[in-house]
Nanobody, 125 residues
Framework: VQLQASGGGLVQAGGSLRLSCAAS????????WGWFRQAPGKEREFVAA????????IYADSVKGRFAISRDNAKNTVYLQMNSLKPEDTAVYYC???????????????????WGQGTQVTVSS
């Protein structure tokens, strides 16, 4: 499966953005999906994930209540809705997919086989 992330940009603190991850080659419903981010000078970290079976979602504590991951099977796209953005949310955001993750592995980036190219999100104060 090929992943194409988009939707990043520059936004003021308190604003919103919606990131998209379009999949080609296979249906999004065949995979578990994750969003990760990497801020300048920092390691890439887990943001959110949605499980293939049942659609269970999990979030990093830092974004819980502000971000929402979702999946649109008809559009073959996974989204990350980001609200109440903060300057510390500034990072390159990556989508990732894998068909065989268990719930406890959804936060672990090394468990994902497929990655998008990243999209820059910049939040100004």
């Amino acid at each position: 499966v090929q992943l194409q992330a988009s939707g990043g940009g520059l936004v003021q603190a308190g604003g919103s953005l919606r990131l998209s991850c379009a999949a080609s080659g296979r249906a999004v419903s065949a995979y578990n999906w994750g969003w990760f981010r990497q801020a300048p000078g920092k390691e890439r970290e887990f943001v959110a994930a949605i499980r293939r079976m049942g659609g269970t979602t999990i979030y990093a504590d830092s974004v819980k209540g502000r971000f929402a991951i979702s999946r649109d099977n008809a559009k073959n796209t996974v989204y990350l809705q980001m609200n109440s953005l903060k300057p510390e949310d500034t990072a390159v955001y990556y989508c990732a997919a894998d068909a065989y993750l268990i719930l406890s592995s959804l936060r672990i980036q090394s468990e994902y086989d497929y990655w998008g190219q990243g999209t820059q999100v910049t939040v100004s104060s």
